[in-house]
């Protein structure tokens, strides 16, 4: 069945699972998850475990995954990590799906989930094909916006060519920095990842593997989207589940 999706919005279950009342026991899911990952524990037999306790379903267990990490992941992130007020005068290199399909999202009002690295995630995937959506362009030109005012020299956007329809979106991203006159460049690579972690610039992502293994990074996506909720531009349907006490659980022997 074609995909005619017009917007990167939220799934038909979000509003109920991702609901209020649900957000303590997917906080506390989270602080066990990391927990158990701080002690060496198998990522899938922990999620399943913490999942089972909680009786979370299919996207509430992936909300919880992408949120969580363990202790040492977060203080190497934290380590590496820049704030936007030092990227004035450098250029920086852009995890182009996964910065523009969160953006995207938060602004079709799908869930955009507050993990405990302060990285802004979602629950969208391509799969490996990458639909243009109504938001498409409105995310380049606010994320292009945003990064121009912290003063970068230049950017390079990185998107995944195996991806389908990847070429489409580079001649996309082509058009508009020829029409702003943006100081950008944009890639294809068959691994943007290992570009990603072997740059000497820093990385705005939120992907986890390439945080774990990157030099600098910034937290880009949060930022953008934190922009836009403080001007009053557009309503972000955030989930905080940052468990900021996740270091003090005791729901997990």
Not at 37 to 64: C, I, M, N, P, W
């Amino acid at each position: 069945m074609p995909d005619t999706r017009k917007h990167r919005g939220p799934h038909p279950d979000d509003l109920r699972i991702f609901s209020g009342a649900k957000r303590e026991d997917l906080r506390r899911a989270v602080v066990d998850y990391s927990l158990l990952l701080s002690r060496g524990y198998a990522e899938k037999s922990s999620l399943k475990l913490v999942g089972d306790h909680f009786a979370l379903t299919e996207r509430q267990r992936l909300a919880v995954m992408r949120s969580a990490c363990s202790d040492e992941q977060l203080a190497r992130r934290r380590a590496k990590e820049l704030e936007v007020g030092q990227l004035a005068g450098r250029a920086l290199e852009i995890d182009g799906y996964n910065l523009l399909i969160t953006t995207e999202s938060a602004l079709s009002g799908a869930p955009i989930f507050v993990g405990r690295d302060g990285c802004m995630r979602d629950l969208s995937g391509i799969h490996g094909s990458y639909r243009k959506v109504t938001e498409t362009i409105p995310a380049i030109e606010l994320i292009a916006r945003y990064v121009l005012s912290l003063g970068v020299t230049h950017v390079r956007w990185l998107f995944d060519s195996p991806v389908s329809n990847s070429g489409r979106l580079k001649t996309l991203v082509g058009e508009l920095i020829a029409k702003h006159g943006w100081p950008f460049e944009v890639e294809l690579d068959v691994n943007p990842d290992k570009l990603l972690i072997a740059s000497d610039k820093p990385v705005a992502t939120s992907d986890s593997n390439i945080l774990d293994e990157c030099g600098q990074w910034v937290n880009m996506t949060a930022r953008v989207i934190r922009s836009e909720m403080e001007a009053g531009t557009v309503a972000v349907n955030l989930v905080d589940l940052s468990a900021s006490h996740a270091n003090n659980s005791e729901h997990v022997p």
